[in-house]
Nanobody
Framework: HVQLVESGGGSVQAGGSLTLSCAAG????????MGWFRQRPGKDREGLAV????????TYADSVKGRFIITRDKAKDLVYLQMNGLQPGDTAMYYC?????????????????WGQGTQVTVS
């Protein structure tokens, strides 16, 4: 099945930046949508940014629009989340997820494959 591995998390001061990476491995035919999600302490998992890997279509949550950027390196089959202007409220476990679907939406329950997550702490 699709295996996703996130990396790039860590601790950063408020106002700083981090870039997360997601390696998707094989089975590209099982996924045409890939995205980044997060779960803050005591909160439900929320969608941040998703992209349709067949093109350049991206969708962002209002909470991160203008601060976070999702991109894909097609040659390396990596998906990135560049996070700028980080604030303590962005502290969370960040997950990469994938699905095969007609619509790439940032709804966690729509995604079939998940990574283990990478922690981001902003102080």
């Amino acid at each position: 099945h699709v295996q996703l591995v996130e990396s790039g998390g860590g601790s950063v001061q408020a106002g700083g930046s981090l870039t997360l990476s997601c390696a998707a491995g094989r089975y590209t035919y099982k996924r045409n949508c890939m995205g980044w999600f997060r779960q803050r302490p005591g909160k439900d998992r929320e969608g941040l940014a998703v992209l349709w890997i067949g093109g350049a279509t991206t969708t962002y949550a209002d909470s991160v629009k203008g601060r976070f950027i999702i991109t894909r390196d097609k040659a390396k089959d990596l998906v990135y989340l560049q996070m700028n202007g980080l604030q303590p409220g962005d502290t969370a476990m960040y997950y990469c997820a994938a699905r095969m679907g007609l619509l790439c939406d940032p709804i966690p329950s729509d995604y079939d494959y998940w990574g283990q997550g990478t922690q981001v702490t902003v102080s």
